[in-house]
C-alpha cells in the first residue's frame, strides 16, 4: 500500500489542525490492519498519536487524548486525524503509518506502511 498526507502546511494558534491520509494498493478495512498517526517535532523525537483500526475502533495517546481525533472514510480510503487547540508545540512533521497488528511503535520498521509526512507549523 502507499500512504499521503495532505492537508494544510500552517495553522493559527487555537485552531484545529486536520490532515488526512489517503491510502492506495490496500483497503483501511483489510483485517487486523491498524492506522497510525506519527509525529516528529524538529529537533524532538517521534511521538505516536494514536491510530484506527481495521474494525473503526480508535487508540490514542494519553497525553494527546483529550485533543485528538482519528476519523476514517472507508469509500474514500482515507482516514483523518484533528487535532484540536493547537499551539506553536504541536508544530511538527506529521506521518501516517499503517502495519498488520496494534503498536504505538514510532520505529520505522514497526510499520509495514508509511506516508513521506507532511510539514505543519503553527503560528500567528
Known amino acids: 500500500a502507499q500512504l499521503q498526507e495532505s492537508g494544510p502546511g500552517l495553522v493559527k494558534p487555537s485552531q484545529t489542525l486536520s490532515l488526512t491520509c489517503t491510502v492506495s494498493?490496500?483497503?483501511?478495512?483489510?483485517?487486523?490492519?491498524?492506522w497510525s498517526w506519527i509525529r516528529q517535532p524538529p529537533g524532538k523525537g517521534a511521538e505516536w498519536m494514536g491510530a484506527?483500526?481495521?474494525?473503526?475502533?480508535?487508540y490514542y495517546s494519553p497525553s494527546l487524548k483529550s485533543r485528538t481525533s482519528i476519523s476514517r472514510d472507508t469509500a474514500k480510503n482515507t482516514f483523518t486525524l484533528q487535532l484540536n487547540s493547537v499551539t506553536p508545540e504541536d508544530t511538527a512533521v506529521y506521518y501516517c503509518?499503517?502495519?498488520?497488528?496494534?503498536?504505538?511503535?514510532?520505529?520505522?520498521?514497526?510499520?509495514?506502511?508509511w506516508g513521506q509526512g507532511t510539514q505543519v507549523t503553527v503560528s500567528s
Open positions: 494498493g490496500g483497503s483501511i478495512t483489510t483485517s487486523r490492519y491498524y
Open positions: 484506527i483500526a481495521y474494525s473503526g475502533s480508535t
Open positions: 503509518a499503517g502495519r498488520l497488528g496494534y503498536s504505538d511503535s514510532v520505529a520505522r520498521d514497526e510499520h509495514d506502511y
